[in-house]
């Protein structure tokens, strides 16, 4: 079974920037597994950021960018605001048409 | 502009079964293959499953499968998610989304909520 790893939170200074991560339980993340993003509100539905692992979706800030870091893939945010602050998840397309989300990593801005 | 919404859910007790439905509207239903991802009170987005454009491929999570199965209607502009064997753990809110390719999930319903009582 596959296992995506995030870190559960995170603390950012408004202006800062800040690196979100998601990685494999075992192995290493590469564009092979088209790394996206999401960002989650409470109670809203989750809005797309990044997709292919450094594409932006339309209407996404450019102080939204993805990368793959070493074996990991990461979300970076520079530059944050107080509406980032959000629930943030990967997905990882993990072949044989299945994909897993990531556990998902509270931002929180302050 | 593309809507997604799903209805269907509420409260069922365990071991029975729950079908749910998403009404697309605002694209090309037909064209594009569809998710089921649900959240669970509390906790993080899990991915259920998919179904291509045209029905040929279905693909589940581990957790899911065997007990539930995708379904579309492109005549209807729906999809569906049967669940059969419902469990606690099944409670959570379900997502339907559009995947309109590049390996991502574009566009996400409001969700509709599954209770699954002991």
């Known amino acids: 079974q596959t296992v995506v790893t995030q870190e559960p939170s995170c603390s950012v200074s408004p202006g800062g920037t800040v690196t979100l991560t998601c990685g494999l339980s075992s192995g290493s993340i590469s564009t092979t597994y088209s790394p996206s993003w999401y960002q989650q509100t409470p109670g809203?539905?989750?809005?797309?950021?990044?997709?292919?692992?450094?594409?932006?979706?339309?209407?996404?800030?450019?102080?939204?960018?993805?990368?793959?870091?070493?074996?990991?893939?990461?979300?970076?945010?520079?530059?944050?605001?107080?509406?980032?602050?959000?629930?943030?998840?990967?997905?990882?397309?993990?072949?044989?048409?299945?994909?897993?989300?990531?556990?998902?990593?509270?931002?929180?801005?302050? | 502009q593309v809507q997604l919404v799903e209805s269907g859910g509420g409260v069922v007790q365990s071991g029975r079964s729950l079908r749910l439905s998403c009404e697309a509207s605002g694209f090309i239903f037909s064209s594009y293959s569809m998710h089921w991802v649900r959240q669970a009170p509390g906790k993080g987005l899990e991915w259920v499953a998919a179904i291509l454009y045209d029905s040929s491929g279905q693909f589940y999570g581990d957790t899911v499968k065997g007990r539930f199965t995708i379904s579309r209607d492109n005549s209807k502009?729906?999809?569906?998610?049967?669940?059969?064997?419902?469990?606690?753990?099944?409670?959570?809110?379900?997502?339907?989304?559009?995947?309109?390719?590049?390996?991502?999930?574009?566009?996400?319903?409001?969700?509709?909520?599954?209770?699954?009582?002991?």
């Open chain 1, 44 to 110: 809203q539905s989750p809005r797309t950021l990044i997709y292919n692992t450094n594409i932006r979706s339309s209407g996404v800030p450019d102080r939204f960018s993805g990368s793959i870091l070493g074996i990991r893939a990461a979300l970076t945010i520079t530059g944050a605001q107080a509406d980032d602050e959000s629930d943030y998840y990967c997905m990882l397309f993990i072949g044989g048409g299945t994909w897993v989300f990531g556990g998902g990593t509270r931002l929180t801005v302050l």
């Open chain 2, 77 to 118: 502009d729906t999809l569906y998610l049967h669940m059969y064997s419902l469990r606690a753990e099944d409670t959570a809110m379900y997502f339907c989304a559009a995947d309109f390719g590049d390996f991502k999930i574009d566009y996400w319903g409001q969700g509709t909520l599954v209770t699954v009582s002991s």
